[in-house]
């Protein structure tokens, strides 16, 4: 149980576009999703909450224009990298909290996207 | 202590070697202390999570203490095998369900 998948897995792209990342909790149901970033030698850092049918919360210096996050049911939150450039280039990784569980604190993590921005 | 700090770096052991790692967090606004076991191209795995100020949790060979006063955390592998062979991180909850991420300590277990 609890499990979480991100798609894609990998994903190498041209300076200007926009990437979609999908995030799912296949069991269960998640009101709250969380995505963070990865760069080389660093700790995952929070970028943003992101709550069902709600707006996403960012962390300080994050651009919420640049980085749209959308949870429009309990199993699936999206990540969209608008107008991508090299220095977006990452790991992404998302997690989910299961609403119905009594451990608050649990979050469940999917296995990230490599994001390459050429 | 401001961040999450985790010790050390890197670890390689023998087969059958016991270890150890330390995870350092901020002792005010604790909530709760997770480890998770991150091996290669998976989804990070939950270990523990850890709220009250001498816990001591236990999963196999797997054991980790909480000190909340003073704001440690210790995780300890008995006799590690090679597929043990992981990154562990640990992560601070601060006030709410944010998570505060150290580095991590990667672990290679040599048969």
Known sequence: GAVVSQHPSRVICKSGTSVKIECRSLDFQATTMFWYRQFPKQSLMLM??????????????????????????????????????????????????????????EQFFGPGTRLTVL | ILNVEQSPQSLHVQEGDSTNFTCSFPSSNFYALHWYRWETAKSPEALFVMTLNG???????????????????????????????????????RGSYKLIFGSGTRLLVRP
Do not use: M, W
């Not at chain 1, 909450?49 to 199993?75: C, M, P, R």
């Not at chain 2, 704001?71 to 090679?82: A, D, E, F, R, T």
């Open chain 2, 55 to 93: 816990d001591e949790k236990k999963k196999g060979r797997i054991s980790a203490t909480l000190n909340t006063k003073e704001g440690y955390s210790y995780l300890y592998i008995k006799g590690s095998q090679p597929e043990d062979s992981a990154t562990y991180l640990c992560a601070s909850a």
């Open chain 1, 48 to 105: 943003a909450t992101s709550n069902e049918g709600s707006k996403a919360t960012y962390e300080q210096g994050v651009e919420k224009d640049k980085f749209l996050i959308n949870h429009a049911s309990l199993t699936l939150s999206t990540l969209t990298v608008t107008s991508a450039h090299p220095e977006d280039s990452s790991f992404y990784i998302c997690s989910a909290r299961d609403s119905d569980s009594g451990l608050v604190y």
